[in-house]
T-cell receptor, first 113, second 112 residues
Framework: DAGVTQSPTHLIKTRGQQVTLRCSPK?????VSWYQQALGQGPQFIFQ???????QRGNFPDRFSGHQFPNYSSELNVNALLLGDSALYLC????????????FGQGTRLTVV | GEDVEQSLFLSVREGDSSVINCTYT??????LYWYKQEPGAGLQLLTY?????DMKQDQRLTVLLNKKDKHLSLRIADTQTGDSAIYFC????????????FGSGTRLSIRP
């Protein structure tokens, strides 16, 4: 049983560019949440997708957007990258539109230069 | 408000018990969690406790919840070198079951 898979594992982008990160949830899960983890900090909730809609959003600007596909996989898009967007981006999958018993992927390490 | 606090570091001798503490501010917590993160890795869900429980034991792990003081602890018995990691305390709230609110993590180091 594949767990939560994220791609790519590492990424380097230039300020002002756009980036797309991808996530496939654990088999049987229908809900995907995205988190940003800056160095030395705990993860911060970006948003959650359930039934192909954004259900809840954390305190992140509109430059952060997402999408969920009918197969429950998800993308996180970040536009106009800033140096401060450098972080580990974690995807979590769960069931039924809630965060309980969420399983996390290994993350995508984004470096903005 | 939403706030989860933990001490930053803990050092224990191999074979001893480790106790990692956490406090939270929102009394409407539904679930409280402990996650483990090893260097360069994602988060591993270790255990969680429903807010109406006082204690949960799972092999070497014991979670204690004091709801009155809003205090959560994780005890790791017979600590091994493989337990070296950052441990995150986290919660979900009744008003917002979609998101998990994390503390800043406690780095556990094991000395021989």
């Amino acid at each position: 049983d594949a767990g939560v898979t994220q791609s790519p594992t590492h990424l380097i982008k230039t300020r002002g560019q756009q980036v797309t990160l991808r996530c496939s949830p654990k088999s049987g899960h229908d809900t995907v949440s995205w988190y940003q983890q800056a160095l030395g900090q705990g993860p911060q909730f970006i948003f959650q997708y359930y039934e192909e809609e954004e259900r809840q959003r954390g305190n992140f600007p509109d430059r952060f957007s997402g999408h969920q596909f009918p197969n429950y996989s998800s993308e996180l898009n970040v536009n106009a990258l800033l140096l401060g967007d450098s972080a580990l981006y974690l995807c979590a999958s769960s069931l039924g539109g809630i965060g309980t018993e969420a399983f996390f992927g290994q993350g995508t390490r984004l470096t903005v230069v | 408000g939403e706030d989860v606090e933990q001490s930053l570091f803990l050092s224990v001798r191999e074979g001893d018990s480790s106790v990692i503490n956490c406090t939270y501010t929102d009394s409407s917590s539904t679930y409280l969690y402990w996650y483990k993160q090893e260097p360069g890795a994602g988060l591993q869900l270790l255990t969680y406790i429903f807010s109406n429980m006082d204690m949960k034991q799972d092999q070497r792990l014991t979670v204690l919840l004091n709801k009155k003081d809003k205090h959560l602890s994780l005890r790791i018995a017979d600590t091994q070198t493989g337990d070296s990691a950052i441990y995150f305390c986290a919660e979900t709230l009744h008003s917002s079951a979609s998101k998990i609110i994390f503390g800043s993590g406690t780095r556990l180091s094991i000395r021989p």
